[in-house]
């Protein structure tokens, strides 16, 4: 055996889970490969001191308890994950069928959407108004500015 496949099957050797010749030759190479003897003695002292602490058991329920609260938990994400889907399909679902009725019927596509979706539009239509007096408001405020005051205080 080689010193790579000896290192593999330590653990199994002093889990005693290997059969008689894979034993006596593991035996026969710690004896004169001292490198992996000196690892057998490490990994024996780390098994050594954890066979000789007590076996902490969880309680009889444990895996019950665990096993319920992962069930639940993902209950809840389904839940929320069919919701998203849900109203995500509405939504691009609703903004297809506006440029459809758009495109093909002329309808406006406010009136449309307003329709659909109601009362979030309204909202939406409001700042849409808002938006569009804009220019408006703009070109009556610059046709109000006296540009002579503007020239005076370039030139100061
Ligand atoms: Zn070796």
Same mark, same amino acid.
């Given at each position: 055996?080689?010193?790579?496949?000896?290192?593999?099957?330590?653990?199994?050797?002093?889990?005693?889970?290997?059969?008689?010749?894979?034993?006596?030759?593991?035996?026969?190479?710690?004896?004169?490969?001292?490198?992996?003897?000196?690892?057998?003695?490490?990994?024996?002292?780390?098994?050594?001191?954890?066979?000789?602490?007590?076996?902490?058991?969880?309680?009889?329920?444990?895996?019950?308890? %665990?096993? #319920?609260?992962?069930?639940?938990? !993902?209950?809840?994400?389904?839940?929320?994950? /069919?919701?998203? =889907?849900?109203?995500? &399909?509405?939504?691009?679902?609703?903004?297809?069928?506006?440029? %459809?009725? #758009?495109?093909?019927?002329?309808? !406006?596509?406010?009136?449309?959407?307003?329709? /659909?979706?109601? =009362?979030?539009?309204? &909202?939406?239509?409001?700042?849409?108004?808002?938006?569009?007096?804009?220019?408006?408001?703009?070109?009556?405020?610059?046709?109000?500015?006296?540009?002579?005051? /503007?020239?005076?205080?370039?030139?100061?």
């Amino acid at each position: 055996m080689e010193c790579k496949e000896i290192l593999e099957k330590l653990d199994m050797y002093l889990e005693n889970r290997l059969n008689d010749i894979e034993k006596y030759r593991i035996e026969k190479h710690l004896e004169v490969c001292s490198k992996c003897s000196k690892e057998y003695k490490e990994l024996k002292g780390v098994f050594d001191l954890l066979s000789s602490h007590p076996v902490v058991l969880p309680p009889e329920d444990f895996t019950e308890k %665990v096993m #319920n609260q992962i069930k639940i938990k !993902s209950k809840a994400n389904n839940i929320r994950t /069919i919701i998203i =889907k849900k109203w995500g &399909i509405s939504f691009v679902a609703a903004g297809l069928l506006i440029f %459809v009725l #758009n495109t093909s019927f002329g309808y !406006s596509t406010e009136d449309i959407s307003s329709y /659909i979706y109601e =009362k979030p539009l309204s &909202i939406n239509s409001q700042i849409t108004n808002c938006l569009k007096e804009i220019p408006s408001v703009v070109s009556r405020t610059y046709k109000k500015l006296d540009f002579k005051q /503007i020239k005076f205080f370039k030139n100061k």
